[in-house]
């Protein structure tokens, strides 16, 4: 079973707000879980990567895995307009990407001036 | 950096039609996905090649088929294009020792 949980917003917050993207999951089998940002025309970009649970850092972003609760999320300090985008998270169980991911269906994201 | 290319940003075909839609990359990558996305239903994978002539079906093959003769192209092929088909259709590859896939700009598919 394939099933990823996504809101599909559309999230409208002011410039330097942190924001909160979520994703719920029912496979246990995922193991890698990834967040993709995809400008309008433009195809997704990897953002962030983590492997099981925990947390992970970069910069502005911090990506975090919960896997007993099959949920994770990608916080984004300080926002700001050009992080208005669909954020997408992405999953899968094989590693070394030899697997398609399965999808959310991404999360609309406004930052206002 | 890694370039995805796709043949066309947008196409459109009439229904009964077959359609072609191209994807080349450049960076040697072993693997390859096709997507479609469409608002509402996300990124949905339609088929993957882990190596020349090797296809594999991902979760919405039906009807559509693949090619893969060379190691950079990537076909995807519509035999009989029907309205339901209408959507963004992205391809994405990936070199078999990370897990970041590389998205081309996709395509904007029509069928009228």
């Known amino acids: 079973q394939k099933e990823v949980e996504q809101d599909p917003g559309p999230l409208s917050v002011p410039e330097g707000a942190i924001v909160s993207l979520n994703c719920t999951y029912s496979n246990s089998a995922f193991q890698y879980f990834m967040w993709y940002r995809q400008y309008s025309r433009k195809g997704p970009e990897l953002l962030m990567y983590?492997?099981?649970?925990g947390n992970k850092e970069d910069g502005r972003f911090t990506a975090q895995v919960d896997k007993s609760s099959k949920y994770i999320s990608l916080f984004i300090r300080d926002s700001q307009p050009s992080d208005s985008a669909t954020y997408l998270c992405?999953?899968?169980?094989?590693?070394?990407?030899?697997?398609?991911?399965?999808f959310g269906k991404g999360t609309h994201l406004i930052i206002q001036p | 950096d890694v370039k995805v290319t796709q043949s066309s940003r947008y196409l459109v075909k009439r229904t009964g039609e077959k359609v072609f839609l191209e994807c080349v990359q450049d960076?040697?990558?072993?693997?390859m996905f096709w997507y479609r996305q469409d608002p509402g239903l996300g990124l949905r994978l339609i088929y993957f090649s882990y190596d020349v002539k090797m296809k594999e079906k991902g979760d919405i093959p039906e009807g559509y088929s693949v090619s893969r003769e060379k190691k950079e192209r990537f076909s995807l092929i519509l035999e009989s294009a029907s309205t339901n088909q209408t959507s963004m259709y992205l391809c994405a590859s990936n070199p078999g020792q990370t897990y970041e896939q590389y998205f081309g700009p996709g395509t904007r598919l029509t069928v009228t």
């Open positions: 960076m040697d990558h072993e693997n």
């Open positions: 992405a999953m899968s169980a094989v590693g070394l990407g030899a697997d398609g991911l399965t």
């Open positions: 983590t492997y099981s649970s």
